[in-house]
C-alpha cells in the first residue's frame, strides 16, 4: 500500500475514530441549532424541524442497513484475498445506493405540498425542497463509507461527518441571518438554513470520492471470480433489510408523533395553523437541548459492544456482566447530573439561549425533558449491553412498546385545550422511561450473577440529588442578588417590580453551574461513585484515573 493511502485502523482505534468523530458532530450540531433558534422566530424553527423528520425517514430507508451490510460483505471477501468480489459488491452496492437515493429525492422535489400537508404543517414547503438534494448525496456517500469500513478505514468516514456538520453549521446559519436581514419569509428563512446541509452531503459526497480514488491506485490485481450478481444482491438484502427495519422504528415515530402534534393541535385544541406552528417551535427549540446529553453517550456505547463481545467469547460472563455493571454505572454518572440541570435550569437556560421565546413554556418543557432525557442515556447502554449478549431483536420490541405509548399519550394529551402542547413532553417522558426500565429488567433476568442496580444508581442518585439542590440554591440567591443590582443600575426609585435581565440571569446559570459541578464532582470522589474500570471504558480512562487517584 503506498504512502498516500489511508492507514487502516484496528478494531478498537477505529472505533474510537468513529466515536471522536460522532460527539464532535453532535457538538457542531449543537452549535448549529441552538443560535439557529435564536435566528429563526418559532415557527419557521417548525417549519425546519419538519422537514427534517421527513429526511431522516428517508434516508433511514436508503440508507439504514446498507452500509453495514456492505461493510460486512467487503470485510468477508476481504478477509479471503478476494478483491475481485470486493469491487462487484462495491459497485452492485453503489447501484442501489443511487437508487434509492435518487427516488428518495425525487419524492421531496416533487411532492412537497403534499408531504407538508400530510405533516399539517403547509409552511414546511421551502425547507422540503431545501434538503431534497441532500437525500441524492448522501446515498453514494454511505457506500463509500460502508466500502472503507469493510477495510478497516474509519478515517474518511470520521472526515466526512466533520465536513457535512461544519458546513451545515457555517452555511446554514449564515443564509439564515442573510435572509432574516433581508426581511425574506420566515418559511423561506427555514429553507435557507436547511440548504446547507444539502450543501455538506454534497462536499462529504466529493471527499469520499477523492478518498475512493486514491484507494484504488494502491490496490492490486487479484484474480479470484466474483459471485453472481443475484446471489450477491440477495445477500446485501438479506444483511440490510432487518437492520433497516429496526432503525427504522424512531424516524416513524418522530414523523408520525410531529404530525399527530400539529394535527391534534389544530383540529382538537383549536389552534390556527400558524399557532400550532409556533407551539410547535417552542417544543422543538426544547428538544434540541433535551438532545445532548445522549450525544455523549456515543463513546460508552462503542466501548461496550466489544469488550462485552470479548468476554462471552471466552465464555467469562460473570466479567461480561460486570462490564455491562461498569457501563450502566458510568451511564448514570454521566446521565444522572447532565438530566438533573435540565430539570431545574429549565427556565434559566431558555432564558439564556432563547430569550425571544415563550420562556415559561419552553422552561416547563425543557424540565419535564431533562428527565426524559436520563431515560434516553440509559436506554442507548442497555441496547448495546443486549447487542453485545446476543439479545438483538429485544431493543426492538422494547423500543417499538414505549413509541406506541407516544403516540397514544400525544394523541390524547395534545387534543386538550388546557394541555395543548405540553403533551408532547409528557409523552416522551412514558416512552423513553418505560423503554428504559423494560430494559433494566431484561437486563437483570438475562444477568443474574452479577448485576446489581444498588451499585449501578445508588451513589450516583445520592450526589446528583445534592447537586440538584445546590444548583437550585445558587441561581436562586445569585438571581435575587443580581435582581437588586440591575434594579438599582437600571430603574432607581422607579417603584417598579424588578425583573432580572438577561445578563443577570447568565451570571446567575454560570455561577450554578459552577457550583453544582464542584458538589457532585466532590461527592462522587468521597462516596467512590466511580471506579478506574468504570474510567476504562471512556476514551483516556486510565490518564483520568491516574490523574485523580482513584485505586
Known amino acids: 500500500m503506498s504512502a498516500s493511502t489511508p492507514k487502516k485502523n484496528t478494531f478498537f482505534g477505529g472505533a474510537a475514530i468513529l466515536a471522536a468523530s460522532v460527539v464532535l458532530v453532535k457538538v457542531i450540531g449543537a452549535l448549529y441549532k441552538i443560535p439557529l433558534g435564536g435566528i429563526l422566530t418559532d415557527a419557521a424553527f417548525a417549519d ?32 479471503q484475498n478476494r478483491g475481485n468480489q470486493v469491487q462487484k459488491v462495491f459497485r452492485l452496492a453503489m447501484g442501489a ?28 414547503y421551502w425547507s422540503i425542497l431545501a434538503l431534497a438534494p441532500a437525500l441524492f448525496f448522501i446515498c453514494p456517500m454511505s457506500a463509500l463509507r460502508g466500502y472503507f469500513q469493510g477495510h478497516s478505514l474509519m478515517t474518511p468516514t470520521a472526515v466526512s461527518q466533520v465536513i457535512e456538520a461544519l458546513c451545515k453549521l457555517v452555511i446554514g446559519l449564515a443564509l439564515a441571518k442573510m435572509m432574516v436581514g433581508a426581511g425574506m ?31 484504488r491506485l494502491s490496490l492490486p490485481k487479484f484474480r479470484d471470480k466474483p459471485d453472481e450478481s443475484d446471489k450477491i444482491l440477495s445477500t446485501l438484502a438479506k ?11 424512531m424516524a416513524v415515530v418522530n414523523l408520525l408523533d410531529s404530525s399527530i402534534i400539529m394535527g391534534r393541535l389544530q383540529d382538537a385544541a383549536g389552534f390556527t395553523e400558524e399557532a400550532a406552528r409556533t407551539l410547535k417551535g417552542i417544543y422543538d427549540k426544547a428538544m434540541t437541548l433535551y438532545n445532548l446529553p445522549a450525544s455523549f453517550m456515543v463513546p460508552l456505547t462503542a466501548s461496550v459492544v466489544p469488550t462485552v463481545s470479548a468476554a462471552r467469547a471466552t465464555k467469562n460472563y460473570r466479567q461480561a456482566a460486570q462490564v455491562s455493571e461498569t457501563a450502566l454505572r458510568t451511564t448514570a454518572l454521566l446521565a444522572l447530573p447532565a438530566g438533573a440541570g435540565l430539570f431545574v435550569l429549565g427556565e434559566p437556560i431558555i432564558r439564556l439561549l432563547y430569550p425571544s421565546t415563550d420562556v415559561a413554556l419552553a422552561g416547563w418543557m425543557l424540565s419535564m425533558l431533562g428527565l426524559a432525557s436520563i431515560c434516553v442515556c440509559v436506554m442507548l447502554v442497555c441496547n448495546s449491553i443486549m447487542q453485545a449478549h446476543r439479545l438483538v431483536s429485544i431493543p426492538v420490541l422494547t423500543t417499538a412498546i414505549g413509541c406506541v405509548l407516544k403516540i397514544i399519550i400525544n394523541f390524547i394529551l395534545v387534543g386538550k385545550p388546557d394541555i395543548n402542547i405540553q403533551g408532547g413532553p409528557i409523552g416522551t417522558l412514558v416512552c423513553f422511561g418505560v423503554i428504559a426500565i423494560l430494559d433494566l429488567v431484561i437486563i437483570k433476568l438475562a444477568l443474574p450473577r452479577s448485576l446489581s442496580y444498588v451499585r449501578v444508581f445508588a451513589k450516583p442518585a445520592a450526589a446528583t440529588a445534592a447537586m440538584g439542590a445546590s444548583v437550585w440554591a445558587v ?26 435581565s438577561w445578563k443577570g440571569n447568565a451570571l446567575s446559570v454560570i455561577a450554578a453551574i459552577g457550583g453544582g459541578v464542584i458538589v457532585y464532582f466532590a461527592l462522587v470522589l468521597l462516596t467512590h461513585a466511580i471506579s478506574r474500570e468504570d474510567l476504562a471504558l471512556m476514551p483516556k480512562g486510565d490518564k483520568i484515573a491516574r490523574l485523580l487517584r482513584i485505586p
Do not use: W
Open 475 to 500: 441561581y436562586g440567591l445569585a438571581s435575587k442578588l443580581l435582581v437588586k443590582l440591575d434594579a438599582f443600575q437600571t430603574i432607581p426609585g422607579e417603584g417598579l417590580e424588578p425583573v432580572l
Open 48 to 79: 425546519f424541524n419538519t422537514a427534517y423528520y421527513i429526511y431522516s425517514l428517508l434516508i433511514i430507508i436508503s440508507t439504514g442497513g446498507l452500509p453495514v451490510a456492505l461493510s460486512k460483505m467487503v470485510s468477508e471477501a476481504q478477509a
Open 97 to 124: 445506493f443511487c437508487a434509492l437515493g435518487a427516488l428518495s429525492c425525487a419524492i421531496m422535489l416533487l411532492f412537497p405540498k403534499q408531504l407538508a400537508a400530510l405533516m399539517n404543517n403547509s409552511h414546511s
Open 239 to 249: 444483511l440490510a433489510v432487518p437492520i433497516t427495519l429496526g432503525s427504522s422504528v
Open 185 to 215: 419569509d420566515e418559511s423561506q428563512t427555514a429553507g435557507g438554513a436547511i440548504l446547507g446541509v444539502s450543501v455538506g452531503c454534497a462536499l462529504g459526497m466529493v471527499y469520499m470520492f477523492f478518498c475512493y480514488g486514491r484507494f
